[in-house]
């Protein structure tokens, strides 16, 4: 069984900051991509950023330059910094994950979603 939780939601001004962060736990035998979605009320999910294993990442234009993901793979763990936050940022944020087992079954993991709400 594999688990994704996520922190650091909030609350932030625009023009704020947020840190968010996912950690991977279960039984993992090793992580490819790890990404960031997010889905505001009356819209679709959408990738906002993802990161494969060896660094490589891919940003939504619309966050380009303003939010950084990165991971810690000792950790199982991603992170999205994003700054510079704008009111339209405002969505639950879902991480995602594509994991083998030590069975080397590949499966695609969701966390629960963090709120974000760029507000003043």
């Known amino acids: 069984q594999v688990q994704l939780v996520e922190s650091g939601g909030g609350l932030v001004q625009p023009g704020g900051s947020l840190r968010l962060s996912c950690a991977a736990s279960?039984?993992?035998?090793?992580?490819?991509?790890m990404g960031w979605y997010r889905q505001a009320p009356g819209k679709q999910r959408e990738l906002v950023a993802a990161?494969?294993?060896?660094?490589?990442?891919n940003y939504a234009d619309s966050v380009k330059g303003r939010f950084t993901i990165s991971r810690d793979n000792a950790k199982n763990t991603v992170y999205l910094q994003m700054n510079s936050l704008k009111p339209e940022d405002t969505a639950v944020y879902y991480c995602n994950a594509d994991i083998v087992d030590p069975y080397y079954t590949n499966l695609i993991y969701w966390g629960q979603g963090t709120q974000v709400t760029v507000s003043s």
């Open positions: 990161i494969a294993h060896g660094g490589s990442t």
């Open positions: 279960g039984s993992i035998f090793s992580i490819y991509t």
